[in-house]
Protein backbone atom coordinates (compact mmCIF):
# COMPACT_ATOMS: atom_id res chain seq x y z
CA UNK A 1 0.00 0.00 0.00
CA UNK A 2 1.19 3.31 -0.54
CA UNK A 3 0.51 4.40 3.51
CA UNK A 4 2.94 6.10 4.94
CA UNK A 5 4.48 6.33 8.52
CA UNK A 6 4.27 10.30 9.28
CA UNK A 7 5.32 11.19 12.32
CA UNK A 8 5.59 15.07 14.04
CA UNK A 9 5.58 17.15 17.49
CA UNK A 10 5.49 20.27 19.42
CA UNK A 11 6.97 20.87 22.68
CA UNK A 12 4.75 21.70 25.36
CA UNK A 13 5.39 25.24 26.24
CA UNK A 14 2.93 27.97 26.95
CA UNK A 15 0.46 26.97 24.24
CA UNK A 16 -0.17 26.55 20.72
CA UNK A 17 0.14 29.25 18.18
CA UNK A 18 -1.93 29.75 15.10
CA UNK A 19 2.22 29.54 13.17
CA UNK A 20 1.87 26.21 14.97
CA UNK A 21 -1.82 25.24 13.82
CA UNK A 22 -1.18 26.69 10.09
CA UNK A 23 2.38 25.68 9.56
CA UNK A 24 1.69 21.75 11.24
CA UNK A 25 -0.97 20.97 12.72
CA UNK A 26 -3.44 21.41 9.94
CA UNK A 27 -1.17 19.30 7.88
CA UNK A 28 -1.42 16.85 10.89
CA UNK A 29 -5.07 16.12 10.33
CA UNK A 30 -5.30 16.18 6.47
CA UNK A 31 -2.70 13.47 6.84
CA UNK A 32 -4.46 11.54 8.95
CA UNK A 33 -7.43 10.18 7.22
CA UNK A 34 -4.75 8.14 4.66
CA UNK A 35 -1.63 7.65 6.32
CA UNK A 36 0.03 5.56 9.74
CA UNK A 37 0.17 9.14 12.02
CA UNK A 38 2.17 9.33 15.32
CA UNK A 39 2.16 12.88 17.06
CA UNK A 40 4.02 13.07 20.00
CA UNK A 41 3.78 15.88 22.82
CA UNK A 42 7.99 16.38 23.00
CA UNK A 43 7.64 17.32 26.63
CA UNK A 44 11.58 16.10 27.26
CA UNK A 45 12.07 18.77 24.72
CA UNK A 46 10.78 21.35 26.71
CA UNK A 47 13.27 20.01 29.26
CA UNK A 48 15.97 22.11 27.25
CA UNK A 49 14.53 25.55 28.76
CA UNK A 50 14.15 25.39 32.84
CA UNK A 51 10.43 24.38 33.70
CA UNK A 52 8.15 24.65 37.24
CA UNK A 53 7.38 21.00 37.66
CA UNK A 54 3.90 21.50 38.43
CA UNK A 55 3.01 24.10 35.83
CA UNK A 56 4.87 21.98 32.80
CA UNK A 57 2.98 18.85 34.09
CA UNK A 58 -0.38 21.15 33.31
CA UNK A 59 0.99 22.58 29.85
CA UNK A 60 1.82 18.88 29.15
CA UNK A 61 -1.97 17.82 29.65
CA UNK A 62 -3.19 21.38 28.39
CA UNK A 63 -1.23 20.56 25.42
CA UNK A 64 -2.54 17.28 24.18
CA UNK A 65 -5.97 18.76 24.82
CA UNK A 66 -5.01 21.66 22.31
CA UNK A 67 -3.78 18.73 20.08
CA UNK A 68 -7.38 17.22 20.40
CA UNK A 69 -9.26 20.47 20.31
CA UNK A 70 -7.57 21.06 16.92
CA UNK A 71 -9.53 17.84 15.58
CA UNK A 72 -7.14 15.42 15.45
CA UNK A 73 -9.08 11.60 15.97
CA UNK A 74 -7.60 9.53 18.48
CA UNK A 75 -9.18 6.92 16.69
CA UNK A 76 -6.93 7.41 13.51
CA UNK A 77 -3.37 8.47 14.77
CA UNK A 78 -1.43 7.81 18.05
CA UNK A 79 -1.29 10.31 20.19
CA UNK A 80 1.36 10.16 22.84
CA UNK A 81 3.64 12.04 25.54
CA UNK A 82 7.53 11.30 24.23
CA UNK A 83 8.70 10.97 28.07
CA UNK A 84 6.17 7.56 28.14
CA UNK A 85 8.11 5.71 25.43
CA UNK A 86 11.44 5.26 27.04
CA UNK A 87 13.40 4.14 23.38
CA UNK A 88 13.36 7.96 22.01
CA UNK A 89 16.20 7.92 24.83
CA UNK A 90 17.76 4.88 23.77
CA UNK A 91 17.82 5.71 20.40
CA UNK A 92 18.90 9.38 21.19
CA UNK A 93 22.28 8.10 22.63
CA UNK A 94 22.90 5.59 20.08
CA UNK A 95 22.38 8.36 17.21
CA UNK A 96 23.99 10.72 19.74
CA UNK A 97 27.62 8.55 19.58
CA UNK A 98 27.16 9.11 15.34
CA UNK A 99 26.69 12.28 15.22
CA UNK A 100 29.43 14.77 15.21
CA UNK A 101 29.56 17.98 17.04
CA UNK A 102 30.80 19.92 14.19
CA UNK A 103 27.36 19.17 12.52
CA UNK A 104 25.40 19.88 15.46
CA UNK A 105 27.38 23.26 16.10
CA UNK A 106 26.02 24.48 12.50
CA UNK A 107 22.48 24.25 13.76
CA UNK A 108 20.84 27.90 13.41
CA UNK A 109 18.40 26.88 16.19
CA UNK A 110 21.31 26.23 18.60
CA UNK A 111 22.55 29.06 18.05
CA UNK A 112 19.46 31.51 18.00
CA UNK A 113 18.61 29.99 21.76
CA UNK A 114 21.69 29.93 23.24
CA UNK A 115 21.76 33.98 22.01
CA UNK A 116 18.79 33.91 24.37
CA UNK A 117 19.45 31.62 27.11
CA UNK A 118 23.02 33.05 27.83
CA UNK A 119 22.64 31.96 31.48
CA UNK A 120 21.64 28.05 30.83
CA UNK A 121 23.45 27.12 27.63
CA UNK A 122 22.99 23.39 28.57
CA UNK A 123 24.35 19.95 26.26
CA UNK A 124 20.63 19.23 25.94
CA UNK A 125 20.18 21.82 23.61
CA UNK A 126 22.82 21.52 21.43
CA UNK A 127 21.98 18.07 21.12
CA UNK A 128 18.26 18.34 20.71
CA UNK A 129 18.48 17.89 16.87
CA UNK A 130 19.86 14.17 17.87
CA UNK A 131 16.76 13.17 20.12
CA UNK A 132 14.80 15.34 17.02
CA UNK A 133 16.08 12.46 14.81
CA UNK A 134 15.46 9.65 17.19
CA UNK A 135 11.74 10.84 17.30
CA UNK A 136 11.66 10.44 13.63
CA UNK A 137 13.67 7.52 13.06
CA UNK A 138 12.34 5.43 15.67
CA UNK A 139 9.23 4.29 14.34
CA UNK A 140 10.94 4.67 10.82
CA UNK A 141 9.17 7.48 9.57
CA UNK A 142 8.28 8.35 6.17
CA UNK A 143 7.23 11.89 6.29
CA UNK A 144 7.58 14.71 8.99
CA UNK A 145 4.85 17.19 8.55
CA UNK A 146 6.58 20.38 10.19
CA UNK A 147 7.22 24.27 9.23
CA UNK A 148 10.17 26.18 7.19
CA UNK A 149 12.39 26.58 10.75
CA UNK A 150 12.46 22.45 11.24
CA UNK A 151 14.33 22.27 7.70
CA UNK A 152 17.79 22.14 8.91
CA UNK A 153 16.99 19.69 11.85
CA UNK A 154 15.09 17.49 9.20
CA UNK A 155 18.11 17.89 6.93
CA UNK A 156 20.40 16.49 9.59
CA UNK A 157 17.87 14.06 10.88
CA UNK A 158 18.64 12.40 7.17
CA UNK A 159 22.66 12.34 7.41
CA UNK A 160 22.55 10.49 10.77
CA UNK A 161 20.01 8.25 9.12
CA UNK A 162 21.71 7.62 5.69
CA UNK A 163 25.39 6.89 8.01
CA UNK A 164 23.68 4.31 10.44
CA UNK A 165 22.85 2.86 7.27
CA UNK A 166 25.97 2.49 5.63
CA UNK A 167 27.82 1.24 8.68
CA UNK A 168 24.72 -0.60 9.98
CA UNK A 169 22.68 -1.95 7.00
CA UNK A 170 19.28 -0.43 5.95
CA UNK A 171 17.04 0.06 9.12
CA UNK A 172 15.63 4.24 8.49
CA UNK A 173 13.59 5.08 5.53
CA UNK A 174 15.51 8.37 5.00
CA UNK A 175 12.21 10.62 6.02
CA UNK A 176 11.08 13.43 3.89
CA UNK A 177 10.06 17.25 5.28
CA UNK A 178 6.16 17.78 4.42
CA UNK A 179 5.49 21.69 4.63
CA UNK A 180 2.21 23.32 3.68
CA UNK A 181 2.31 25.39 0.70
CA UNK A 182 1.33 28.34 2.43
CA UNK A 183 1.70 29.13 5.50
CA UNK A 184 5.18 27.35 6.09
CA UNK A 185 6.36 30.12 7.71
CA UNK A 186 3.81 32.32 9.74
CA UNK A 187 5.31 35.53 10.91
CA UNK A 188 5.32 37.88 14.33
CA UNK A 189 2.97 40.70 14.02
CA UNK A 190 4.67 42.88 15.78
CA UNK A 191 8.21 42.04 13.64
CA UNK A 192 6.96 40.12 10.21
CA UNK A 193 10.64 39.46 9.70
CA UNK A 194 11.10 37.19 12.65
CA UNK A 195 8.78 34.26 12.82
CA UNK A 196 5.88 33.47 14.88
CA UNK A 197 6.64 31.55 18.79
CA UNK A 198 5.30 30.42 21.55
CA UNK A 199 8.09 31.36 23.55
CA UNK A 200 8.32 35.33 22.06
CA UNK A 201 9.18 37.81 24.92
CA UNK A 202 6.13 40.03 23.17
CA UNK A 203 3.07 37.94 23.35
CA UNK A 204 1.68 40.72 21.30
CA UNK A 205 3.35 39.10 18.18
CA UNK A 206 2.23 35.50 18.64
CA UNK A 207 -1.78 34.48 18.20
CA UNK A 208 -2.34 31.73 20.49
CA UNK A 209 -5.01 29.12 20.15
CA UNK A 210 -6.26 29.64 23.57
CA UNK A 211 -6.29 33.77 22.99
CA UNK A 212 -10.10 35.01 23.94
CA UNK A 213 -11.73 36.91 21.19
CA UNK A 214 -10.96 40.47 22.79
CA UNK A 215 -7.33 39.62 22.27
CA UNK A 216 -7.17 38.36 19.09
CA UNK A 217 -9.47 41.67 18.05
CA UNK A 218 -6.28 43.80 19.58
CA UNK A 219 -3.63 41.89 18.76
CA UNK A 220 -4.90 42.01 14.78
CA UNK A 221 -5.49 45.87 15.07
CA UNK A 222 -2.41 46.43 16.51
CA UNK A 223 -0.61 44.42 13.69
CA UNK A 224 2.09 46.09 11.84
CA UNK A 225 1.99 46.89 8.71
CA UNK A 226 3.54 50.12 6.29
CA UNK A 227 2.11 53.03 4.80
CA UNK A 228 0.87 51.63 1.65
CA UNK A 229 -2.59 51.04 3.05
CA UNK A 230 -3.28 49.13 -0.08
CA UNK A 231 -4.02 45.07 0.86
CA UNK A 232 -1.17 43.89 -1.90
CA UNK A 233 0.78 40.22 -1.36
CA UNK A 234 4.53 40.66 -2.08
CA UNK A 235 8.00 41.36 0.08
CA UNK A 236 7.34 45.15 0.49
CA UNK A 237 4.49 44.50 2.79
CA UNK A 238 6.10 41.85 4.78
CA UNK A 239 2.96 42.63 7.81
CA UNK A 240 0.22 42.61 5.17
CA UNK A 241 1.26 39.46 3.59
CA UNK A 242 1.64 37.96 6.73
CA UNK A 243 -2.34 38.71 7.48
CA UNK A 244 -3.17 37.62 4.00
CA UNK A 245 -1.33 34.38 4.61
CA UNK A 246 -3.50 33.54 7.99
CA UNK A 247 -6.66 34.50 6.11
CA UNK A 248 -6.09 32.12 3.20
CA UNK A 249 -5.21 29.09 5.22
CA UNK A 250 -8.34 29.59 7.87
CA UNK A 251 -10.64 30.01 4.80
CA UNK A 252 -9.23 28.12 1.89
CA UNK A 253 -9.97 31.01 0.09
CA UNK A 254 -6.92 32.43 -2.66
CA UNK A 255 -4.74 34.59 -2.07
CA UNK A 256 -5.85 36.69 -5.48
CA UNK A 257 -9.45 36.08 -3.91
CA UNK A 258 -8.34 37.90 -0.66
CA UNK A 259 -6.97 40.74 -2.57
CA UNK A 260 -9.49 41.41 -4.82
CA UNK A 261 -11.20 41.43 -2.00
CA UNK A 262 -9.98 44.48 -0.06
CA UNK A 263 -9.69 46.86 -3.37
CA UNK A 264 -10.10 50.50 -2.46
CA UNK A 265 -10.29 49.47 1.21
CA UNK A 266 -7.62 50.32 3.88
CA UNK A 267 -5.80 48.00 6.21
CA UNK A 268 -8.73 48.92 9.28
CA UNK A 269 -11.30 46.57 7.83
CA UNK A 270 -8.92 44.04 6.34
CA UNK A 271 -7.69 43.75 10.20
CA UNK A 272 -10.99 43.42 11.64
CA UNK A 273 -12.16 40.56 9.09
CA UNK A 274 -9.23 38.93 9.39
CA UNK A 275 -9.50 38.96 13.50
CA UNK A 276 -12.63 37.78 12.63
CA UNK A 277 -11.71 34.83 10.02
CA UNK A 278 -9.43 33.80 13.25
CA UNK A 279 -12.11 34.28 16.04
CA UNK A 280 -14.42 31.53 13.89
CA UNK A 281 -11.85 29.06 13.38
CA UNK A 282 -11.65 28.99 16.79
CA UNK A 283 -15.08 28.81 17.97
CA UNK A 284 -15.01 25.08 17.18
CA UNK A 285 -11.95 24.65 18.77
CA UNK A 286 -12.90 26.17 21.91
CA UNK A 287 -15.76 24.11 22.64
CA UNK A 288 -13.89 20.94 22.11
CA UNK A 289 -11.48 22.53 23.90
CA UNK A 290 -13.78 22.74 26.88
CA UNK A 291 -15.15 19.24 26.63
CA UNK A 292 -12.10 17.17 26.62
CA UNK A 293 -10.71 19.91 29.44
CA UNK A 294 -14.22 18.59 31.58
CA UNK A 295 -13.65 15.14 30.42
CA UNK A 296 -9.61 14.54 31.72
CA UNK A 297 -10.47 10.27 32.63
CA UNK A 298 -11.23 9.84 29.08
CA UNK A 299 -7.74 12.23 28.28
CA UNK A 300 -5.74 10.18 30.54
CA UNK A 301 -6.72 6.89 28.14
CA UNK A 302 -5.87 8.41 25.25
CA UNK A 303 -2.42 9.51 25.96
CA UNK A 304 -2.16 5.80 27.79
CA UNK A 305 -3.18 4.25 24.93
CA UNK A 306 -1.19 6.10 22.74
CA UNK A 307 2.08 5.59 24.39
CA UNK A 308 1.11 1.59 24.80
CA UNK A 309 1.19 1.10 20.55
CA UNK A 310 3.93 3.89 20.28
CA UNK A 311 6.07 2.02 22.76
CA UNK A 312 5.16 -1.67 20.68
CA UNK A 313 6.50 0.19 17.54
CA UNK A 314 9.10 1.70 19.30
CA UNK A 315 10.52 -1.44 20.45
CA UNK A 316 10.22 -3.45 16.95
CA UNK A 317 13.07 -0.98 15.52
CA UNK A 318 15.29 -1.40 18.88
CA UNK A 319 14.92 -4.90 18.61
CA UNK A 320 16.71 -4.14 15.29
CA UNK A 321 18.81 -1.69 15.84
CA UNK A 322 20.46 -3.37 19.22
CA UNK A 323 20.78 -6.50 17.00
CA UNK A 324 22.73 -4.57 14.13
CA UNK A 325 24.74 -2.31 16.04
CA UNK A 326 26.44 -5.49 18.78
CA UNK A 327 24.74 -4.76 21.69
P1 LIG B 1 7.59 27.05 18.58
O1 LIG B 1 8.68 27.44 17.65
O2 LIG B 1 6.37 27.91 18.45
O3 LIG B 1 8.04 26.85 19.99
P2 LIG B 1 7.75 24.18 18.09
O4 LIG B 1 9.22 24.28 18.00
O5 LIG B 1 7.16 23.34 19.17
O6 LIG B 1 7.08 25.62 18.10
O7 LIG B 1 7.19 23.67 16.70
C1 LIG B 1 6.03 22.91 16.51
C2 LIG B 1 5.71 22.86 15.04
O8 LIG B 1 5.19 24.11 14.61
C3 LIG B 1 6.93 22.61 14.15
O9 LIG B 1 6.53 21.77 13.08
C4 LIG B 1 7.29 23.96 13.64
O10 LIG B 1 7.97 23.91 12.40
C5 LIG B 1 5.93 24.60 13.50
N1 LIG B 1 6.02 26.05 13.62
C6 LIG B 1 6.44 26.74 14.71
N2 LIG B 1 6.36 28.06 14.49
C7 LIG B 1 5.88 28.22 13.22
C8 LIG B 1 5.58 29.36 12.41
N3 LIG B 1 5.76 30.59 12.87
N4 LIG B 1 5.09 29.15 11.17
C9 LIG B 1 4.90 27.90 10.70
N5 LIG B 1 5.17 26.78 11.41
C10 LIG B 1 5.65 26.93 12.66
NA1 LIG C 1 10.38 25.54 16.43
Redesign the pocket.
Known sequence: SNKKIVF????P?GSL?M??Y???VKNWKELEEEHHCIYSIVDSHSLTVRQDPKAFKETCISFLVQYLACGLNPEKNIIYFQSHVPQHAELNWILGCNTYVGELGRMTQFKDKSEKHKDNINAGLFTYPVLMAADILLYRSNLV??????KQHLEITRDIAMRFNNLYGEVFPIPEIHTPKI?????SLQEPSK?????DDNVNGTIYLMDSEDTILKKMKRAVTDSANHVAYNEEQPGVKNLITIYSSLTGLSIEEIVERYEGKGYGAFKVDTAEVVIEFLKPFKRRYDEYINNLDYVETIYKNGAKKAYELAEETMKVVRDRIGL
Do not use: L
Open positions: SGAQTTGNIGAPVGDDQGARIMKMSKS
